[in-house]
């Protein structure tokens, strides 16, 4: 019977061997050897991520540990998952308060196992918590004046950046300072702002622009540099956005980023750098459709993006990657496209001396379940654009960019 079986897969495989060998090339991540060890020789950390949930899969923490040198958490380190109401009351001075709990625990996690941390994120609009921006923190009573909520800012920012440096030195080794500021058309910044800086999202106002101020960015990143300088830590502060290596999104940045570095200036009258890098999510094809997925643009676009913002002299960062294929008959062009990335994109970039893109971080790890189709992972992952499949084995693609960074 074995003898049967084992003719009749060779007989599936010889059939089809585009598909299998698209599929999956090895078993657990326990068949290579440390994947990021292959990105350290060309600059440029090699990262992945993971949220509170995760931390009870063993699989997936292993291959983490495995192949990762730098983690980011998905939800745990921003704003509406630290904020603590109760806590807030209890205060004294007026000022936020926070719970780290489940912070701490990834953090600690990660610090165990000698993996750096991409802080992620201050500010954000999207999802804020609500009473944050109300006098008394209730949101029953009117919305707190402009003074006060720049003192709040202020101080949010401080306590977070300074708890995790205090409880875990040098494990967070960048910050996004802010999040999606850049609205994604006319309809959603002011006429003339060359920063297209963002006034609502998904027709609901940017309550950050509305109570804290249109600098409510460069102000941001004012604090964050503060309060480095006064910790004496090797932080590095960036500005993340998706879209970035389209083209108008792309001057909207550089606006920005401009805006930033020329908000506040030193005593000697120079500006000041505030900002150090630009963080370009890469969710790469379409939304939940195979449109637009694997084309020969994305290459070509990342690219200059990259080259561009590192002629303004910007670290560039990938932080958010998922290569999507929505299509499973894709898969082996899938594997080949994501090698391409690696070969003529991110370690052809690093080829020279001035290195600028100094991670690159991979939030698509896991392929969504086709039962999933329309979802929100499903959409922004898709079913066949991860490194692992749904049962956490390893896949082409991951032993397709293993190759290439290893040079063979």
């Not at 060998?21 to 440029?44: I, K, M, N, Q, R």
């Not at 090797?234 to 108008?248: A, Q, R, S």
């Not at 997925?293 to 958010?320: F, H, P, R």
Request: glycine share 8%; charged share 25%; proline share 2%.
């Amino acid at each position: 019977m074995t003898r049967l079986i084992a003719a009749a897969l060779l007989i599936i495989m010889l059939l089809t061997p585009a598909l299998v060998s698209a599929e999956l090339a090895g078993t657990v991540s326990d068949d290579y050897e440390p994947l990021y060890t292959f990105a350290e020789p060309y600059g440029f950390k090699l990262g992945g991520a993971f949220g509170l949930m995760d931390m009870g899969n063993a699989v997936y923490m292993d291959f983490l540990d495995d192949h990762f040198n730098s983690l980011t958490c998905t939800n745990e380190t921003k704003a509406y998952s630290l904020l603590n109401l109760g806590i807030t009351r209890m205060r004294t001075d007026g000022m936020p308060g926070m719970s780290f709990t489940n912070a701490d625990k990834m953090v600690a996690w990660c610090q165990e196992h000698g993996k750096g941390v991409r802080g992620h994120v201050l500010v954000w609009d999207a999802y804020m918590t609500k009473w944050f921006f109300h006098e008394d923190y209730d949101e029953r009573k009117p919305f707190a004046d402009r003074e006060t909520m720049r003192a709040r800012l202020k101080s949010y920012i401080e306590q977070v950046m300074t708890h995790f440096e205090e409880k875990f030195p040098g494990v967070i080794y960048c910050w996004d300072v802010v999040n999606e500021a850049i609205g994604d058309n006319a309809a959603e910044w002011q006429p003339g702002d060359a920063r297209h800086l963002r006034t609502k999202r998904n027709n609901e106002s940017n309550i950050f622009r509305d109570y804290v101020g249109e600098d409510y960015v460069e102000y941001a990143f004012l604090c964050a540099r503060e309060t480095v300088e006064k910790l004496g830590a090797d932080i590095k502060l960036f500005y993340n956005d998706y879209n970035m290596f389209m083209g108008e999104k792309r001057t909207a940045a550089l606006a920005l980023l401009k805006s930033i570095n020329s908000y506040a200036t030193d005593e000697n009258g120079e500006y000041r750098k505030l900002a150090d890098g630009i963080g370009m999510q890469g969710y790469l094809g379409g939304y939940g459709v195979q449109q637009g997925c694997l084309s020969e643009s994305l290459i070509t676009d990342l690219k200059k993006s990259i080259e561009m913002y590192a002629a303004k002299g910007y670290e560039v960062q990938i932080t958010e990657m998922a290569v999507r294929n929505f299509e499973q008959k894709y898969a082996a062009r899938h594997a080949d496209f994501y090698g391409r990335l690696f070969s003529e994109v991110f370690m052809k970039e690093n080829s020279s001396e001035s290195n600028p893109l100094t991670a690159v971080c991979i939030w698509g790890l896991v392929d969504a379940p086709a039962g999933a189709k329309g979802n929100y992972v499903y959409n922004m992952n898709s079913p066949y654009g991860c490194f692992l499949s749904t049962t956490y084995k390893i896949k082409t693609c991951f032993d397709t960019v293993y190759h290439v960074l290893k040079g063979e």
